[in-house]
C-alpha cells in the first residue's frame, strides 16, 4: 500500500497542504482546532507523523493516568477492549492519557482486590471487569478513601462504592436472547442457559431476564437448568453436546457470558444449527465464524467504542468535578449481528 503523503493528509483534514504542513512544522499561530483536524485525519489515513501532530496537540496539556483490568489476556474479545481503549485514548484530547492495563488470570475476588489496590498513587481512576464479592467491594472503598473512583465494566460489582456502572442493560441483554429463542425457534421445546458464575453479577441479571422473558412471554418453552460453565471452551464444549444427545427438542440455548467457543464447535460439529438457536454475546473472530457457518443464529455485542470514549470523557470530567455523591450507572444499546449483517459483505 502506497505511504500516504502531506497531499492525502490535506485532503482528508480538509485544508491546505500550506497549513498542515505548518502544523507538522510546528509553527506558531497555528489553532488548537486546525491541529486536531490534523491528527484526526493524520491518525483516519495512517500518516506515519500522527504521533507527534498527537504530542505538540497535548504537549500543554495535564496528564490522567488511567488503570484498566480486563479478564483472559488471550481472549479475542479482552483484546478487542484493549485496542479501543488504547484508541480511544490517543484520540482523547483533553488530557494526556496514560493508560496502565492489568489482566486478570483467573476468576479470583482476592487478585483483583489485590490488583485494584496496586493502582493506589498509580492512577486518576481505574476502569474494571470482575467478579462481585466483599474483597472487591473493600478494595474499591479503599480506593475511594484515596480519592481514586473505580467504575464497574461489562457486569456490575462493588454497587454503592463504586463511582458507575458502563456496560449494556443485562436484565434486557437476558430478554432480547429469549426474544430472539422465541422467534426463531422452529417450535417449542427445551432451552439450555449457560453463566460463568454465580460471582459474575451481569451474568445473574442475564439469566433473570432471560427465564422472565421465557415465564411472562413464552410459556410454552422448557428451560432446563442453568448450568455453570466457568467460562471456559472446553466445559462449554462438553455440555452442549450432552445437551444435544439428551434432548431431540432441544431448540434454543443461550451462553450468557464466556466460553461460547465450546458451544460454536459443538453445534457445528454435530451440525444442530438448522434446528437449533445459538445466541451467544460480544462479536470475535470465533463468533463471526459462526454466524458465517450458521452455527450461531444471533450475537449481541457491547459497542465499546462508544462506551470507551465516554468514560474516558466521564472519568476526566470526574476528575476535575470530583466524585457524585450517588453512584450511577451507563447503559449502551446492544449491538445485534445475524448471518445477514453488512459485515459479512465486506
Given at each position: 500500500?502506497?505511504?500516504?503523503?502531506?497531499?492525502?493528509?490535506?485532503?482528508?483534514?480538509?485544508?491546505?497542504?500550506?497549513?498542515?504542513?505548518?502544523?507538522?512544522?510546528?509553527?506558531?499561530?497555528?489553532?488548537?482546532?486546525?491541529?486536531?483536524?490534523?491528527?484526526?485525519?493524520?491518525?483516519?489515513?495512517?500518516?506515519?507523523?500522527?504521533?507527534?501532530i498527537r504530542h505538540r496537540l497535548?504537549?500543554?496539556?495535564?496528564?490522567?493516568?488511567?488503570?484498566?483490568?480486563?479478564?483472559?489476556?488471550?481472549?479475542?474479545?479482552?483484546?478487542?477492549?484493549?485496542?479501543?481503549?488504547?484508541?480511544?485514548?490517543?484520540?482523547?484530547?483533553?488530557?494526556?492519557?496514560?493508560?496502565?492495563?492489568?489482566?486478570?488470570?483467573?476468576?479470583?475476588?482476592?487478585?483483583?482486590?489485590?490488583?485494584?489496590?496496586?493502582?493506589?498513587?498509580?492512577?486518576?481512576?481505574?476502569?474494571?471487569?470482575?467478579?462481585?464479592?466483599?474483597?472487591?467491594?473493600?478494595?474499591?472503598?479503599?480506593?475511594?478513601?484515596?480519592?481514586?473512583?473505580?467504575?464497574?465494566?461489562?457486569?456490575?460489582?462493588?454497587?454503592?462504592?463504586?463511582?458507575?456502572?458502563?456496560?449494556?442493560?443485562?436484565?434486557?441483554?437476558?430478554?432480547?436472547?429469549?426474544?430472539?429463542?422465541?422467534?426463531?425457534?422452529?417450535?417449542?421445546?427445551?432451552?439450555?442457559?449457560?453463566?460463568?458464575?454465580?460471582?459474575?453479577?451481569?451474568?445473574?441479571?442475564?439469566?433473570?431476564?432471560?427465564?422472565?422473558?421465557?415465564?411472562?412471554?413464552?410459556?410454552?418453552?422448557?428451560?432446563?437448568?442453568?448450568?455453570?460453565?466457568?467460562?471456559?471452551?472446553?466445559?462449554?464444549?462438553?455440555?452442549?453436546?450432552?445437551?444435544?444427545?439428551?434432548?431431540?427438542?432441544?431448540?434454543?440455548?443461550?451462553?450468557?457470558?464466556?466460553?461460547?467457543?465450546?458451544?460454536?464447535?459443538?453445534?457445528?460439529?454435530?451440525?444442530?444449527?438448522?434446528?437449533?438457536?445459538?445466541?451467544?454475546?460480544?462479536?470475535?473472530?470465533?463468533?463471526?465464524?459462526?454466524?458465517?457457518?450458521?452455527?450461531?443464529?444471533?450475537?449481541?455485542?457491547?459497542?465499546?467504542?462508544?462506551?470507551?470514549?465516554?468514560?474516558?470523557?466521564?472519568?476526566?470530567?470526574?476528575?476535575?468535578?470530583?466524585?457524585?455523591?450517588?453512584?450511577?450507572?451507563?447503559?449502551?444499546?446492544?449491538?445485534?449481528?445475524?448471518?445477514e449483517s453488512e459485515f459479512m459483505?465486506?
Amino acid at each position: 500500500m502506497k505511504r500516504p503523503t502531506i497531499a492525502d493528509l490535506a485532503r482528508t483534514a480538509g485544508l491546505s497542504t500550506a497549513t498542515v504542513d505548518r502544523v507538522l512544522n510546528g509553527r506558531l499561530n497555528v489553532r488548537e482546532e486546525t491541529v486536531r483536524r490534523v491528527h484526526e485525519a493524520a491518525e483516519e489515513i495512517g500518516y506515519h507523523g500522527a504521533n507527534a501532530i498527537r504530542h505538540r496537540l497535548l504537549a500543554d496539556k495535564p496528564l490522567f493516568r488511567l488503570g484498566l483490568v480486563l479478564q483472559k489476556p488471550r481472549h479475542a474479545f479482552y483484546q478487542e477492549v484493549l485496542r479501543v481503549f488504547e484508541a480511544q485514548a490517543r484520540a482523547c484530547h483533553q488530557r494526556r492519557v496514560q493508560l496502565t492495563v492489568r489482566f486478570l488470570e483467573g476468576a479470583r475476588p482476592d487478585e483483583l482486590a489485590e490488583i485494584l489496590r496496586g493502582f493506589r498513587g498509580r492512577a486518576d481512576a481505574v476502569a474494571a471487569t470482575g467478579l462481585d464479592h466483599h474483597l472487591v467491594t473493600q478494595a474499591v472503598q479503599d480506593l475511594r478513601a484515596a480519592g481514586v473512583p473505580v467504575y464497574a465494566l461489562l457486569s456490575d460489582f462493588a454497587q454503592g462504592v463504586r463511582e458507575s456502572y458502563f456496560g449494556t442493560n443485562n436484565l434486557k441483554m437476558g430478554r432480547i436472547a429469549g426474544w430472539f429463542i422465541s422467534r426463531l425457534a422452529g417450535q417449542p421445546g427445551k432451552v439450555g442457559l449457560f453463566v460463568g458464575g454465580p460471582r459474575f453479577h451481569g451474568h445473574e441479571l442475564r439469566e433473570t431476564g432471560f427465564r422472565s422473558y421465557f415465564r411472562d412471554a413464552a410459556p410454552e418453552f422448557h428451560l432446563l437448568d442453568t448450568q455453570i460453565n466457568l467460562e471456559t471452551r472446553e466445559l462449554t464444549y462438553q455440555a452442549t453436546m450432552k445437551l444435544i444427545a439428551q434432548h431431540e427438542d432441544l431448540t434454543g440455548i443461550y451462553v450468557a457470558g464466556g466460553g461460547m467457543e465450546g458451544a460454536i464447535q459443538a453445534v457445528r460439529e454435530s451440525r444442530a444449527g438448522s434446528r437449533l438457536v445459538l445466541i451467544v454475546n460480544e462479536l470475535t473472530p470465533e463468533s463471526q465464524s459462526g454466524l458465517q457457518d450458521q452455527s450461531v443464529s444471533v450475537v449481541l455485542a457491547t459497542p465499546v467504542r462508544q462506551l470507551a470514549a465516554d468514560l474516558i470523557a466521564l472519568m476526566i470530567a470526574t476528575s476535575e468535578k470530583g466524585m457524585a455523591e450517588t453512584p450511577g450507572q451507563r447503559f449502551f444499546p446492544a449491538e445485534i449481528w445475524t448471518p445477514e449483517s453488512e459485515f459479512m459483505m465486506q
